[in-house]
């Protein structure tokens, strides 16, 4: 099956600081999904992104299908954007496989 | 902002019993998915529904394990007799199709004694 791969494990940042989660994967995806999943375990949707590239606010993403990875860029980052960022991809099946996720860590 | 549904948002049991998780989604999708999540692990793939029918399912999703939609509204996630090792976080999401993005609920926690 499709292979997920998130890098880093773990970032700790300052408040105000840019970051940039990546997500690398192994096969073609017919979607691709970024969550954020806060502290009390719930699963945010931030971006449906197969392809292209796309901004909320302080956060944005971009996925290069053809080169098999997606970027998730935090800019100005605040204490509440701390947790736990997931890459979910579906290829061929329905399903989404979830990669482990990157922990981010926001300091005053 | 239409949302999936999860409850209880807590569930304590008794190893052997049986559990039912509830969960109601979004009312124009068809797609219907069930995802768990031991703690400090990745999320995974349970169950997919379609068409008041499973159309895909994991290794881990066993004979003690089943799902149903009894109406319009509901779509239920039953662990017959509940291990230790069922512990986790259960997700149940919803899709208007495949390949569309998948809408999560804010998940059950299991808790299995």
Redesign the interface.
Known sequence: GIQVEQSPPDLILQEGANSTLRCNFSDSVNNLQWFHQNPWGQLINLFYIPSGTKQNGRLSATTVATERYSLLYISSSQTTDSGVYFCALEGGSEKLVFGKGTKLTVNP | EPEVTQTPSHQVTQMGQEVILRCVPISNHL?F?W?R?ILG?????LV?F?NNEI??K?EIFDDQFSVERPDGSNFTLKIRSTKLEDSA?Y?C?SSVD???????G??T?LSIL
């Open positions: 797609y998915y995802y999540q692990q990745k999320v995974e793939f997919s379609y159309s895909e994991s976080m997700f999401a495949s390949n569309q993005p998948q809408h999560f804010d998940g926690r």
